[in-house]
C-alpha cells in the first residue's frame, strides 16, 4: 500500500484535493482518486473530505492507495475484430450485444474477457474490471472502441477525450423525419429521478452533454443521420434523439416498443479518431455497419418500412 503524508503549502492554497492528488500520484487517474477519495483513502487532517474540497496551506494531507485487487476476470477466447494494434493502443470493432467491460454478476463473455486472452497487457489505470477501458460504448450499440494497453496511452487518451479531440462519429436510425437537415443538441443529462436504470435531460444532476447531428437520408417514417459527439455522458445519443422526439430504432429503454426488425437500438459508431499516445500522428478509423443494420437501412430504401 502507498502511503502519504504531505503538509499543504502556501503553493497548494485553493487546489481542488482530486487534482492536486492526481499530480502528486502520476500513476493514478483522476477518475481512480475521485474513488480513493470517496472510500476515505485521502484525508486532511484525519477526515474525511469530497473530491472539490479545497485545500489550505498547513494541512495535514494522508494519501493511502490500496494495493491493487487480484484479477478475478477470465481470459476468455472469443473473436475479436480488430482495426489497428500497437504496443500502446487496440482499436476494436465490438458487435452489438457484447458488453464492454464486467460488472458483478456478469463476468464473462465481455470485451475485457476477450482483450485478455488476445492482449496480456493492458493499462491497469481503470482497475481489475475494466483494465485498458478508456470509454465505452453500449451492449447493443456497434463500432470503434479505443483501448489502451499501458498507462501512458490510457492517461494520454483520456486526457484527449476530456479535451473533446477525440473524433467520434455515429450513424444512428430514428424514429420520424427530422425536420431540419442538421443541427446541435445542447442539453445536461443525469440520473432519471423517476427511474434509477435510465438517463434523462435534467438540470438537477445533469452534466452538460453535446450532440451535433446531420441528416443523410429521410424515409417515410424514419431518418437516416450521423451524430457527432462532443461530449460523452451515459447513453448520450439515445437520451438526446429522444428528447427531440425522434428515438432511436429499435430502443426499447428510450423509444416505442413497435419499432424496426433489429436487435438493439441502430447506432453504431463508425468513425474513431485520436492522437496516437507515442507518435503523435492523428489516428482515424471507419468501420462500417453491421450486416443487420445495413439490411435494415436497404429495406428502408425500398420502402418496405
Request: include cysteine; aromatic fraction near 6%.
Amino acid at each position: 500500500m502507498t502511503d502519504l503524508k504531505i503538509i499543504a503549502t502556501g503553493s497548494d492554497e485553493g487546489k481542488r484535493i482530486d487534482k492536486w492528488a492526481a499530480e502528486r500520484l502520476r500513476c493514478e487517474s483522476r477518475s481512480r482518486l475521485q474513488q480513493l477519495i470517496k472510500e476515505g483513502h485521502v484525508r486532511i487532517n484525519g477526515a474525511k473530505v469530497k473530491a472539490n474540497y479545497r485545500i489550505r496551506a498547513g494541512e495535514e494531507i494522508r494519501i493511502q492507495v490500496p494495493e491493487a485487487e487480484p484479477l478475478h476476470v477470465q481470459p476468455e477466447n472469443l473473436p475479436l475484430d480488430i482495426a489497428y494494434e500497437d504496443g500502446s493502443v487496440i482499436v476494436v470493432n465490438k458487435p452489438r450485444g457484447m458488453v464492454v467491460h464486467p460488472a458483478p454478476g456478469h463476468l464473462t463473455g465481455t470485451l475485457v474477457n476477450a482483450l485478455l486472452y488476445h492482449c496480456h497487457d493492458l493499462s491497469g489505470i481503470n482497475g481489475v474490471l475494466r483494465p485498458g477501458i478508456v470509454h465505452r460504448i453500449d451492449k447493443d450499440t456497434s463500432g470503434l472502441l479505443m483501448v489502451a494497453k499501458t498507462d501512458e496511452a490510457h492517461r494520454s487518451l483520456a486526457e484527449q477525450l476530456k479535451d473533446k479531440t477525440t473524433r467520434r462519429l455515429y450513424l444512428a436510425i430514428v424514429h420520424g423525419r427530422l425536420p431540419d437537415d442538421k443541427g446541435t443538441i445542447d442539453a445536461p443529462i443525469g440520473r432519471s429521478t423517476a427511474d434509477r436504470k435510465k438517463m434523462a435531460v435534467t438540470d438537477r444532476n445533469g452534466k452538460r452533454a453535446v450532440t451535433h447531428f446531420k441528416v443523410l437520408e429521410r424515409f417515410r417514417h424514419y431518418t437516416y443521420l450521423s451524430c457527432r459527439l462532443e461530449t460523452g455522458r451515459t447513453h448520450q445519443i439515445r437520451v438526446h434523439m429522444a428528447y427531440i422526439g425522434h428515438p432511436l430504432a429499435g430502443d426499447p429503454k428510450y423509444g416505442p416498443k413497435k419499432t424496426l426488425p433489429i436487435e438493439g437500438q441502430a447506432l453504431h459508431a463508425a468513425e474513431l479518431g485520436f492522437t496516437h499516445p507515442v507518435t503523435r500522428e492523428f489516428m482515424h478509423f471507419q468501420a462500417p455497419p453491421p450486416d443487420d443494420f445495413a439490411r435494415i437501412l436497404a429495406k428502408l430504401r425500398t420502402g418496405a418500412f
